[in-house]
């Protein structure tokens, strides 16, 4: 999977472009702006090992002083082109992250990249349903026409996740040693999908 978190030294701190307030409730989950009592939890996830594997990553060497003021700054300064959000339970626990970046105004894209870094919510449906509900986000509010992704190829949980929730398989991509696969979503094709399962609720 792509990186979660995507620093950039060339931060730009005008006016983002992304300055709408985000909470969006699902059956389970709740999307909404990060925090600073966040960092703990975001430190935790990014020093685990497991976790940067599956992030395609290694394992975060940096202090957690320096994590937090790095962090606090990235909250405080959005990207123009990117949107960072937190994840938690329908009951306030946060869960994992997932964000939307490398926006393309002229094209209607947009690349997406999750993390649940609380294990134990893993294998329940929750990726499946945080997904689905940032889709329908990005599709109905942000009027995108394309949300793409790239998930490791030997990570055959996440691309069923994806799967479950809209994306295709497009190709396999080699990107620094590693193969991973690219996947997207239509909005034509989500907008049929949510059609018809609606007139299946509706019957």
């Not at 202090?63 to 994840?87: G, N, T």
């Not at 009951?91 to 002229?106: A, E, F, P, V």
């Not at 690349?111 to 294998?123: A, F």
Request: hydrophobic share 35%.
């Amino acid at each position: 999977m792509k990186k979660l978190f995507l620093w950039s030294r060339t931060r730009s701190r005008t006016k983002p472009l992304l300055d709408k307030v985000v909470n969006i409730k699902g059956e389970r989950i709740v999307i909404r702006e990060k925090r600073p009592e966040d960092i703990p939890d975001e430190y935790a996830w990014r020093i685990d090992e497991e976790l940067s594997r599956l992030d395609a990553t290694r394992p975060l060497n940096m202090s957690y002083e320096d994590f937090y003021r790095y962090s606090k700054e990235d909250i405080s300064f959005p990207s123009a082109i990117s949107k960072r959000l937190a994840v938690d339970t329908d009951d306030g626990r946060h869960i994992g992250n997932i964000m939307y970046y490398d926006l393309d105004r002229r094209k209607g894209e947009a690349e997406l990249g999750i993390m649940i870094g609380e294990k134990r919510y893993w294998s329940q449906g929750y990726g499946t349903e945080i997904v689905g509900v940032i889709l329908a986000y990005l599709f109905k509010e942000i009027r995108l026409n394309r949300v793409y992704l790239h998930t490791l190829s030997w990570n055959f949980r996440a691309q069923r996740c994806f799967a479950k929730a809209g994306f295709r398989e497009v190709k396999t991509v080699r990107r620094s040693g590693q193969d991973f696969i690219l996947m997207e979503s239509l909005r034509e094709s989500w907008e049929a999908r949510y059609s018809q399962a609606r007139e299946v609720v509706e019957e």
